[in-house]
């Protein structure tokens, strides 16, 4: 586990960086207290004289200065998580605390205070030679004039996080970094046969969950791995985002020449499930989709009535289940060279995306000619790009549930958009070339 933590800390650039300029801010703050001379260029004016005590105070009053204005900064991101959170989905809270621009300006702050507070301490602890010139000021007043400088821009693009399209595009953003460069670029790896089963016997043996909480990720190279070094065959019966106890049955495994299972074996296996407190998003796709239909609702319901933003948020659920079909669907079973599997992972299929993304929005959406026009639009998406007869299926229900919300609606006028929009998409599934039924979308008049 602590291996685990270590390669994740180590994989976020973001905090390597912040302490790669505290110690680089050390380093200056101590070179540079030690000077007592001014020999930087007259075009950069001459460095601040004064004693050490003198130099202190004056850097000490930068460091105040600094403080006070980074409170305030952080006071006022505070109103846009609060209204990301209330207007939107509170499962936005943890995503933008990791996006805000605001976290661009602190590693320049670490940098100026780490430099201001190891220039203190030398001073505290040289020699006092008197008023002399002190360059560690100078330098202390242009770090924090850039860390300043930089707050400030980072403050003007924190307010965009206000617009819908900003938020929806950055959880959008996310989901294709948690199927594109981490779970698909995994998974290639791996040699995978979703129409291998591993069929377990009745006296398996369970694994349990280490802890509770959330089904973060599973180690599938890991765990490979060790069951192949173990001779036992794993299958983990639970979907990545899922909540378990301590204790409860994550998966079962059988030894390749039967009997029971070392109690060692299944401890190491155990270790290659990630548990954690919260979900995260990752290698959790389906929680960044969670999180736009989050958004759709909220737009739907009766305190907001913004139809429009709902219409936005199934715009990109549409994209997201564009890429979510270049996933593996189906179970993910590890085969060894003889073609059996391994280890094999409860997967969600495209189908139970679908089912995720539309059927809070349909729930509210009231017969909205708006929202179902969008909706019709995500069941033609997965209907081209399905690979799978039974996700193909769910497409042509979903274009079925929505005729029935609208079939018995005695405001025909109102849906004679999204009539005709429903009869090209039928066409579509029933075989004609894409091209003609997306060139026809440009006449809504029955032919």
Not at 49 to 77: C, E, F, M, W, Y
């Amino acid at each position: 586990m602590f291996i685990r933590r270590l390669r994740r800390f180590l994989r976020e650039p973001y905090w390597l960086v912040l302490a790669a300029l505290v110690v680089v801010g050390g380093v200056l703050g101590i070179a540079l207290a030690r000077v007592q001379t001014d020999t930087a260029p007259a075009l950069f004016g001459h460095a601040w004289p004064g004693d050490v005590d003198d130099t202190r105070g004056a850097l000490g009053a930068l460091l105040g200065l600094q403080i006070t204005v980074l409170t305030i900064a952080l006071s006022l991101n505070a109103p846009v998580i609060q209204s990301a959170a209330n207007q939107y989905s509170p499962r936005l809270v943890p995503i933008y605390l990791k996006s805000a621009p605001l976290r661009r300006a602190i590693p320049f702050f670490a940098l100026s205070t780490s430099y201001i507070l190891t220039a203190v301490r030398e001073l505290g602890v040289i020699e006092d030679a008197g008023v002399r010139p002190r360059p560690v000021l100078s330098g202390a007043i242009i770090l924090v004039l850039v860390a300043l400088f930089v707050l400030i821009i980072v403050l003007a693009r924190t307010f965009r996080f206000l617009r819908v399209e900003r938020v929806l595009g950055l959880v959008q953003h996310l989901i294709v970094s948690a199927t594109e460069r981490r779970i698909q670029a995994r998974l290639k790896r791996l040699p995978l046969d979703p129409s291998v089963a591993l069929r377990l016997p009745a006296d398996a043996t369970s694994l349990l969950a280490a802890s509770s909480g959330y089904l973060a990720d599973v180690d599938l190279q890991d765990l490979t791995r060790l069951a192949r070094k173990w001779g036992v065959r794993v299958r983990i019966c639970i979907t990545v985002g899922e909540y378990i106890d301590q204790d409860e049955v994550a998966g079962w495994v059988v030894a390749d020449g039967g009997g029971a299972v070392d109690a060692h074996v299944l401890h190491g296996l155990a270790a290659t499930l990630s548990i954690t407190s919260a979900r995260e998003p990752d290698c959790d796709p389906s929680l960044g989709l969670r999180i736009l239909v989050d958004v759709a609702n909220r737009a739907l319901s009766s305190s907001a009535n913004d139809p429009y933003t709902a219409r936005q948020a199934l715009q990109q659920i549409r994209s997201v289940m564009r890429r979510l079909a270049g996933l593996p669907q189906g179970d993910w079973n590890v085969v060894d060279p003889d073609g059996r599997a391994r280890v094999s992972l409860v997967a969600l299929r495209l189908r139970d995306y679908l089912f995720l993304a539309v059927d809070g929005p349909l729930h509210y959406a009231g017969g909205d000619p708006e929202v179902l026009e969008e909706v019709l639009q995500i069941a033609l998406t997965v209907g081209l790009v399905a690979r799978d007869a039974q996700d193909r299926a769910a497409a042509h229900a979903l274009l079925a549930r929505v005729l029935a919300d609208v079939q018995g609606s005695t405001e025909k006028d109102r849906f004679h958009r999204l009539l005709a929009q429903a009869e090209r998409v039928r066409a579509s599934f029933q075989g004609e070339h894409r091209t003609r039924v997306e060139r026809g979308r440009a006449d809504w008049l029955p032919d």
